[in-house]
């Protein structure tokens, strides 16, 4: 692969990449990979364990492309990782592959710090391997893209305040610290061994394929099912909400355009309080889909004990990637809403299959 004067990708190039994303199988890496087939010529080995968070199904749109294949692995197994590094051989690693839900690491952190921090630590090793053996000008061309959360920085007291990416690092759970802990590996592995690595640390994601214990789908399920929709202390915690698609968009233009080495901040400009989402998603169904009773979803909504160490508020400027880059999300947080309510309207065979089990039948060493 060859390198144009300021040591990015050219464009041209993109079309070669052979790219292993890990945790394909999960939310924004099954996004990255319907991206990646979709609107690239790149070819792709999706990696992925298969925890309860995986599911293939999220994939039906794109697996059966030539340049698609699934590996079932676990990235704490070095000679597993080692065996598709020598098959696939890929010119870049996207590393997605986490545990990801923060009220599951309070519960128990283990499984945490044993993927997030161990299985990025043999992840980056078994890269390093590859990556050694590899000739010179492939060595160059070679990319380590380590996607983040903006979790890491901890929370924003200011109302004005944003994360950048200088912004030091403070998390406050057992998920964000084992996310910071893998963030400083990665940046260790290029300091020390060269390895050519880039950065991603972005915020809420939402959209199509999301797994339902999270803030809006559950929102939407639990209201189409006229269950109480539970909202966190008084709900004034705020996020920065973006769209996946328009975070893939991102992953991609980083993995083929980043400055190795460059830390990039992601976001959607889309600050909300958590009970603003919740009554803008009970006003979409109310629109869409009304209660026979004419009664708002909005009745389902009740507070719940708050969750300890809930961080109160992030926000990210994303200038960096915006001005380096040229990336800007397309969806606003309305759009990105709307088109993610009808998405769940549209597609309940989805997520009455996540709902039941059945999305793990059938799955090599999967259980219900
Ligand atoms: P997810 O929980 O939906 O998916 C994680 C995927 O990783 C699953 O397919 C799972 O099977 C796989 N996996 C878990 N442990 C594994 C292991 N040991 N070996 C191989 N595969 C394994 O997560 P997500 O929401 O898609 O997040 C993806 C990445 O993006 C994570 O690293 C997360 O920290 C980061 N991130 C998420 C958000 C968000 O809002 N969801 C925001 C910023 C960053």
Redesign the pocket.
């Known amino acids: 692969m060859q390198l144009n004067t300021h040591g990015k990708l050219a464009l041209a190039e993109k079309a070669l990449m052979r790219i292993i994303v890990?945790?394909?199988?999960?939310?924004?890496?099954s996004a990255v990979v319907r991206h990646l087939i979709e609107n690239t010529e790149c070819v792709v080995a999706n990696?992925?364990?298969?925890?309860y968070?995986?599911n293939l199904e999220s994939l039906a749109d794109v697996k059966d492309s030539s340049r698609y294949s699934f590996y079932q692995?676990?990235?704490?197994d070095s000679a597993a990782l080692d065996a598709v590094f020598a098959e696939f051989k890929p010119s870049a690693v996207m590393h997605?592959?986490?545990?990801?839900?923060v009220d599951r690491s309070i519960d128990g952190p283990a499984e945490f710090i044993q993927?997030n921090i161990v299985?990025t630590y043999n992840l980056l090793e078994a890269t390093r391997r590859y990556w050694n053996a590899l000739a010179d000008d492939e060595k160059r061309g070679f990319r380590f893209h380590h996607?983040?959360?903006?979790e890491v920085y901890g929370d924003l007291e200011g109302t004005d305040d944003l994360f950048t990416e200088s912004t030091s690092y403070a998390p406050s759970s057992p998920y964000s610290a084992s996310?910071a802990s893998s963030d400083h590996l990665v940046r260790a592995w290029q300091r020390t061994y060269g390895l050519p690595v880039l950065l991603t640390n972005?915020?809420?994601?939402y959209g199509p394929y999301h797994?339902p214990e999270?803030l809006i789908p559950h929102v939407i399920l639990n209201a189409l099912a006229g269950k109480p929709l539970p909202v966190y202390g008084d709900g004034s915690q705020i996020r920065d909400w973006l769209y996946v698609e328009d975070h893939a968009r991102a992953l991609v233009e980083v993995v083929s355009k980043g400055a190795v080495g460059e830390t990039y901040n992601i976001g959607g400009h889309n600050e909300k309080r958590n009970l603003e989402v919740v009554q803008t998603i009970c006003e979409l169904l109310d629109e869409l889909v009304p209660q026979a009773t004419k009664r708002s979803y909005k009745e389902l909504i009740t507070f719940v004990k708050d969750r300890p160490g809930h961080d109160l508020r992030y926000a990210i400027d994303a200038s960096k990637i915006e001005r380096e880059l040229g990336w800007t999300p397309l969806e606003t947080f309305d759009s990105g809403l709307r088109k993610t309510v009808h998405w769940y309207l549209d597609n309940k065979d989805w997520w009455q299959r996540v709902l039941s089990g059945d999305y793990r039948l059938g799955r090599l060493g999967g259980t219900l």
């Open positions: 890990t945790g394909g199988a999960g939310f924004i890496g990696l992925d364990k298969l925890t968070a995986g692995v676990d990235i704490c997605l592959a986490a545990e990801s839900h993927t299985g996607i983040s959360t903006d996310k972005c915020s809420n994601n797994f999270k």
